[in-house]
């Protein structure tokens, strides 16, 4: 059985028909770099659109860390779709998606996006050079695609909650986390990516 066969979470909120129906029109293209292009400007659309609104659950944080709510998969297409909500100063440590494409779009608040490209690994350790780095408001969408895929998250406001809705090409249930040891290297380790209760 496929990871998206196992469990098919799929939470009511208004416009969510609309949006299933976007985002699968996008991912039927295919190719990686066509699925996430139509992926993005359907989400910047979808973000604008008064008639989609997302389950008032992700408009609240959860303390300790950003709350990842999966909201669907698609029985068709295999994609997953997660909200995330990130409380003032909430973040990730440079992270990699499992191997997984994703397009990820901000609802409501803005987040710093930094991304890293790998130079340099051994058996233990990898070495990164930070690529660029952004402040994404609401209404804006980006996408990465592996190898490309090393990044950080961060709501850097001290008052104002952030949400982000992110499509990966498949339920994401574990990454690849990356913490400093010095002079720009990293010593990966393995993580499960639990969800939190989308209610």
């Known amino acids: 059985m496929s990871r998206a066969a196992e469990s098919l979470p799929d939470v009511a909120f208004p416009g969510r028909e609309r949006l299933v129906s976007a985002f699968d029109a996008a991912v039927a293209l295919g190719d990686g770099h066509a699925v996430t292009a139509a992926l993005r400007d359907a989400m910047c659309a979808l973000i604008r659109d008064p008639s989609v609104q997302l389950p008032a659950c992700v408009h609240t944080p959860v303390e300790g ?11 068709l297409h295999g994609y997953s779709l997660v909200a995330m909500t990130w409380a003032p100063g909430q973040g990730t440590p440079i992270h990699d998606h499992d191997g997984l494409w994703c397009v990820e779009g901000i609802w409501r608040g803005a987040l710093e996006i930094a991304q890293y490209a790998l130079v340099e690994q051994t058996d233990d350790r990898v070495r990164f050079v930070a690529s660029s780095s952004m402040q994404a408001g609401a209404g804006s969408a980006g996408s990465l695609i592996p190898p490309h895929e090393y990044h950080t998250i961060r709501n850097a406001s001290h008052a104002t909650v952030a949400v982000s809705l992110h499509v990966y090409e498949a339920p994401i249930e574990r ?6 040891v010095g002079d720009d290297w990293y010593r990966r380790t393995e993580s499960a990516l639990p969800a939190d209760a989308a209610r």
């Open 175 to 180: 990454c690849a986390r990356f913490e400093p």
């Open 65 to 75: 860390h950003y709350a990842r709510r999966e909201l669907y998969r698609s029985p």
